[in-house]
Structures are given as C-alpha cells and as structure tokens.
C-alpha cells in the first residue's frame, strides 16, 4: 500500500487551559498569607504593576485642607503655635533631671555618650532559632573528653537520632559508614547514652527506660525486673498474671507500675523546636441583627493597579522603532490584567462557597454543634451553579471565622448517617456524642463499641459497630481494654 499525504477537515472540541485560566486556578487554592506572598513578588517582578496608595492619598488631602484653612485665617495659627511654645516650656520645668542623669550615673555612662540607649541584649547574643535535640547534643559531645575517634562516630550516630530520641541505626551499619572498629562504635553508643537527655540514643522503648533506671538510680528492682523480664506481659495490661508472675500482691504491683508511666517514652520532644502555625482567616462571618453577613479578609492584602506612566509611554512610542520594548510593555500589561482579574474572580467565588456554607449551616451557627447537617461539595456546586472541583479548591486551606470559633471551611463539609427521624445526622455530631459517653464511663468498666453502637441505636441513630471503632480511632482514643482502669 503507498503512502501518501491528505487533508483532512476534523471539527471537535476540546477544553484547553489558558495562561489566565491557570494562574486564576493557581490563586483560587492559596490561603490569604500564600496569596499575599504571590502578590508580592508580582510587584517585585512586573514594574507595570503597582499597589495603591489610598492612605497616602487621605494624609495629602487632610494636609491640604490644613493648609486651605491656615490660609483663610492666619491669626490663628500663630495663637495656636503660641500656645503649643507655653505648654513646651511648661513640660519642661517639670522634668526631674537629676533623677534623669541619675540613671546614667548608675550605668556608668561616658558623659560624650549621654544621647545613646542602653543596650542590654548585644544583637549577636540573640539566636534565631532555639537549639534542637541535634543541636544539644552535638554541644555535649564536642564538650566531652571523648577521643576523636569516638567523637566522629559520635557525629555520626547523633545524624541517626531521630526527634523522639531514638537511634536508627544498627551497630553494623555505623561501623560499615567509616571502616570503624566494633568496639570503638560501641563506646560512641554508650557516650551518647550517657548524654542529656536520659534515655536519648536507645533503639527502643524497653532499652530507653531501662537506660533512665540506670541513671535516676531507682532502688526498687521490680521495675527493672518487669522491663527486662516480663515486658510483653506488661504491654498486653495482664497485671494480675504479672503479679502473680513477680510474687506480689496488686497493691504493690500499683506502686511499681506507677513508677514506669513516670518515665519517659520520648525524651527527645523536650528538645523539639516546632513552633506554633498561627492562622489568618479568610472569611468572616458576622451576625447582624437576625441575618449572617460575609466579610472577606482583605486586610494586608495589596491593591493593584497598572501604572499609568507605562500606559502613556506605550501610547507615544512607534511600534516600528522602539519594537521591543513595545512588546515588553504589552506583555507585562497583559500579565498584569490576566492577574488582576484572575484575584477579582478568586474573591467573589470564595464569597459564593462561603455565602452557601452559611445558608446550609445556619442552623449550627445558631445553635451548635448538635444541629451540624450533612454537607457535601456537590450541595455548594449545585447552589452555586460551579464545578465541583472549583468548590474542592476554595475550602483547601482557607478558615472560616464564625461566631461558634474558627473553623477550616473543610470542616462543615461530611456525610451522614441514617437516623429514625427521617433526617441524616452529622458524622461530627455522632463524634461528639462517643466523645461524651466515654468521658462519662466508669474507668474500671469502660464502654465497649458494641454498647455505644447499643446506646446509639436507642437514640434513634443507625450506626454499625465497625463505624463506631472507626470514629473512635479518629478521636485518637483507644479501645476500651486499653483504657480500662485497673488500680
């Protein structure tokens, strides 16, 4: 069969994402601070664009209207300044200066020096973090008579500690990083051992107690005695078949567990620098009266504009001479309308999400968590008459201020569950209501899933047992052998 070359008519469509349409995508997903960081290096990088200035503007108007003033009276200026010049000199005959110069004195100030603030804290004593569990203990080590050998494998082991404290690294495997002897790898383990704080470099949970036992100097062998020898049994809560184990009677078996959960699983989060992540929220809702009105956080944020002195360069330039720089200017005005408008379009849909999220949560605005209702993306895309995705993208990493607190917009969105009162209920309402009854139980009997799933079904609520402990994980609360009492 020859080849040969046609042409061909083909008419179809096809959804193609525009420069505009990605950058107006791109911002519809940033939370308020990422959005501002965004913005800002758009100022940096597109000279075209500028922020307004309307403070600027209302201090140059209320100085003119000081001057307009001024000039239509000028007596009164001069009283005024006249009056200003008495209350100066009042101000100052009642100055205590030998108080005043008395403090220099007790500083010990240079006469010549009398004009300069006291500096307590010099600028290179102030840390711009605080030290971390490595940091620590990289300064005891390096502080230690250790030989050097043992403090490069010392390096080497504290790069394996991970934040709770632990070691994550075989003996073998620190030898094999440096061709190191097998007893100088163990003489740098035990020197990391030995550091602050107690427990640290230990390569599990029973090797870490026992490390805080030998350097607390406890003398109450049972502990050590359980830890080496009956651990498992520990674990599992089997305290009558341990105290039986041990030879002894509970309440001494109470004592000696009590001693263990004194210890410390974690030594290493003493020394953890995460700090705390503070939030900005993106929309408020305020009650006014009986209606609910969105306001949108738009504090800090710049105002862009296009600077006018481009526009009227590109007007008076010949697109024939000056061609490129024509077209330089074009662009970056085209960015700039492209990014104008994709931040108009990202706030009035975020004022729709919000304004529907409202409208269905009313009820748990004014009255609480029990009246949360089941929500879902496809409810604020059909209100809104958007795509579901651009609803996924406006709650992601955006909060809510409301008058019941601060709330990701994620939260109000979940599913329901079957109820007797025809209605679905709140998946977080039904968290709400395992959190209180477990906080209600009597620890030494407490309540298994199978009886909450019982207590729930009575309540008109139409749960499975599996859906309960599910809930119950995502509570972080553990199950009821575990949290049953037995002392």
């Not at 949360?372 to 201020?401: F, G, W």
Request: a negative charge; charged letters at 30%.
């Amino acid at each position: 069969m020859a080849l040969e070359q046609k042409l061909h008519l083909k008419l179809s469509q096809k959804l193609i994402m525009t420069p505009s349409l990605q950058q107006a995508i791109k911002l519809l997903q940033l939370s308020k601070l990422e959005l501002q960081e965004v913005l800002n290096q758009e100022l940096l990088e597109n000279p075209l664009l500028e922020e307004t200035a309307e403070e600027v503007k209302a201090e140059e108007a209320e100085a003119e209207a000081q001057e307009a003033k001024a000039a239509d009276g000028q007596e009164e200026p001069k009283k005024t300044e006249t009056a200003e010049q008495e209350k100066e000199k009042d101000s100052f005959d009642e100055i205590d200066y030998d108080a005043y110069f008395q403090d220099y004195i007790e500083y010990g100030y240079n006469p010549r020096g009398m004009g300069e603030e006291h500096e307590e804290f010099p600028i290179e004593n102030t840390l711009t973090r605080p030290p971390n569990l490595t940091d620590h203990l990289t300064w005891q080590l390096s502080m230690s008579d250790a030989s050097p050998n043992v403090k490069e494998i010392g390096a080497f082991i504290i790069g394996n500690i991970d934040e709770d404290g632990y070691l994550r690294a075989t003996n073998e495997e620190i030898a094999s990083s440096g061709n190191h002897d097998p007893a100088e790898v163990e003489k740098a383990v035990k020197a990391i051992q030995s550091l602050d704080p107690i427990g640290v470099g230990a390569r599990d949970l029973r090797e870490c107690l026992l490390l805080q036992l030998e350097f607390l100097e406890l003398d109450v062998p049972l502990v050590e005695e359980i830890i080496r020898d009956h651990w498992d049994m520990f674990m599992q809560r089997h305290f009558v078949q341990l105290a039986k184990a041990l030879g002894i009677d509970m309440k001494t078996l109470e004592g000696v567990v009590e001693i263990i959960k004194h210890l410390d699983p974690k030594p290493g989060r003493k020394y953890s620098n995460e700090r705390a992540i503070y939030v900005e929220p993106d929309v408020y809702v305020q009650k006014v009266g009986d209606e609910y009105v969105i306001v949108l956080n738009e504090d800090g944020m710049p105002k862009l504009r296009i600077n006018g002195s481009y526009r009227a360069m590109l007007n008076s330039m010949d697109s024939k001479q000056d061609g490129e720089t024509v077209n330089y200017i074009k662009d970056k005005i085209r960015s700039a309308v492209w990014l104008i408008k994709s931040l108009d379009q990202r706030q009035r849909t975020i004022y729709k999400v919000a304004e529907s999220i409202v409208k269905h949560q009313r009820e748990f605005l004014e009255k609480g968590i029990d009246f949360l209702r089941p929500l879902v993306l496809r409810d604020v895309a059909d209100d809104i008459q958007m795509h579901e995705s651009t609803v996924s993208r406006v709650v992601s990493n955006k909060y809510m201020h409301t008058p019941r607190g601060l709330f990701l917009m994620k939260y109000f969105f979940h599913s329901g569950i079957d109820s007797d009162t025809g209605e679905d209920i709140s998946s977080l309402t039904v968290k709400k209501k395992i959190q209180s009854f477990i906080d209600a139980e009597d620890p030494r009997k407490p309540l298994s899933d199978s009886k909450i799933m019982k207590i729930l079904n009575d309540e008109g609520i139409n749960i499975a047992r599996r859906t309960v402990a599910k809930y119950r994980d995502e509570l972080n609360i553990p199950s009821s052998t575990d949290r049953k009492q037995i002392f």
